[in-house]
């Protein structure tokens, strides 16, 4: 249940990243009826925003990972220990 939690939580954070901030809580409302989804989903934009730039792992975490960077959604269950 909670690695299909982290993976909705992942495509609609994917979904809502590059749109507008004002357009994020109406695009969940239109999709997403799951409050804990659109709760993690809105607080990892918000850390997303205010964070300036996008956040991007550094070489060495990527070289830590054989090279390649672990799907987000996986990424984001082991971070919170999902």
């Not at 997303?48 to 792992?57: D, F, Q």
Request: glycine share 14%.
């Amino acid at each position: 249940m909670r690695d299909q939690h982290w993976e909705l939580v992942s495509t609609w954070f994917d979904r809502l990243v590059d749109l507008p901030r004002g357009d994020h809580t109406a695009a969940l409302d239109a999709g997403c009826d799951d409050a804990g989804v659109r709760e993690e989903v809105l607080s990892l934009l918000a850390a997303e925003a205010s964070a300036g730039e996008r956040l991007e792992p550094s070489p060495g975490y990527r070289d830590a990972l054989g090279g390649g960077l672990a799907p987000r959604g996986e990424e984001l269950g082991r971070v919170l220990g999902a």
